[in-house]
């Protein structure tokens, strides 16, 4: 049986999308962290690239769950939490949506100032977003770096929530997010 929103989980598109993003982030991230203390070299450069694509490739595919979003609206939560922990939840999902939409973005516009362009797949060039200028892309790469690490400590404050959820309220909030997971099972 298809997922619906209206059912109490998110839909499959949603369901998909969050996990490809999430795969993303966390590959993006990891190889962010290891790429950047290595010295200059042909495999430096190769992994930036690499590293890059997946910049891109998020950069899309959140635009694509944004605009999914506004046309299918995420299920209610529980009626159990308390109002300051549906507060909270609505303020990380929102924080979310803005850092995997600015954190892209950041690093296009600092290899833009860098002067390096950003080439998708090594195959498709996109434009500069800003020309060539040292210290704007130094300013970049310190905006770039703190919103990673903002958004590390929000998806460890999502992760444990969902985890509180389903370990200590026992309630379906994490199964409803979980390809092939029939909630009603889990809810029982």
Known sequence: MPRSAAAGSYTTTAVALHWLVALGVFGAFSLGLYM????????????????????????????????????????????????????????????????????????????????????????????????????????????HKTLNLSMAALVSAHVGAALKHHLVDRDDVLARMLPFVNNKKVAQ
């Open 36 to 143: 950047h203390e290595l010295p200059l070299s042909p495999t430096k450069l190769k992994l930036y690239s690499y590293h890059k694509w997946a910049g891109v490739t998020i950069f899309l595919l959140a635009l694509i769950r944004l605009a999914w979003r506004a046309t299918h609206p995420a299920p209610p939560l529980p009626d159990h939490m308390p109002r300051w922990q549906r507060m909270a939840a609505n303020a990380t999902h929102h924080l979310l949506y803005v850092l995997i939409v600015a954190i892209p973005l950041t690093g296009w516009l600092m290899s833009s100032a860098k002067g390096f362009q950003t080439v998708w797949f090594g195959v498709l060039p996109l434009p500069d977003l800003l020309d060539k200028n040292k210290d704007l892309g130094d300013t970049l790469a310190l905006v």
